[in-house]
């Protein structure tokens, strides 16, 4: 099988979690594209949805599913979107499709988070993935001397704005072994936005895509 075929086995077995009458929300990426074309498959059974990127509301749209502003929608019952990498907690690292600040909101708002990703996502130590970070533009500089300081390699995304107008550096080098400790550092930082740490409100749910099928965690 596949890494795309995990993704989308994984995807498929997220259906399950959709409610007849629910709004439900909807992450970025490939694996979150899977997901969306799952979902048209039982679009009438669902209110709205709400997009966590530009492209993914374009994705939903083009499949006649209705897309909903947060505000308008209010809380949500279910997000479902990929990640990058995993641990056994559940803590994730987003962001490497640029829409972390959206996706960390939608899912906030969500009473469930539920994770779908091919098997290889989950690691032992999160940090093999350069970890993002969204940056009012200003503070790029100033926020590349405090990620040295905290033992990370700074690499700003050449050419990349993100939905907000604000700048990603993705931060190489690090080894998270204390992910809710480490997201709340980077939040503290003056022009930070968002880090693609998701600790504090980790998945509630893993579906992991495996050759053998979708497995939860
Ligand atoms: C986008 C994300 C994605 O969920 C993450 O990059 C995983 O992408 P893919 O499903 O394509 O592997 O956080 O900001």
Known sequence: MTQDEMKAAAA??????????????????????????????IKHKIDATVASSVASEERLKGHGITVLDLNTAGALSLYVDGADESNKSL??????????????????????????????????????????????????????????????????????????????????????TDAVKMEADFNRLAGVVTVGLFAERPADVLILGTPNGAVTV
């Open 12 to 41: 498929a077995a997220a259906i399950e979690y959709v409610e007849v009458g629910m709004i439900v929300g909807i992450g970025t990426g490939s694996t979150a594209n899977h997901f969306i074309d799952q979902l048209a498959k």
């Open 91 to 176: 803590h994730l690292i987003k962001g490497g499709g640029g829409a972390l600040t959206r996706e960390k909101i939608v899912a906030a708002a969500s009473e469930k988070f539920v994770c779908i990703a091919d098997e290889s996502k989950l690691v032992d130590v999160m940090g093999s993935f350069p970890l993002p970070v969204e940056v009012i533009p200003m503070a790029q500089s100033y926020i590349g001397r405090e990620i040295v300081k905290m033992g990370g390699t700074p690499v700003l995304r050449e050419g990349f704005i993100t939905d907000n107008g604000n700048v990603i550096i993705d931060v190489h080098n690090l080894s998270i």
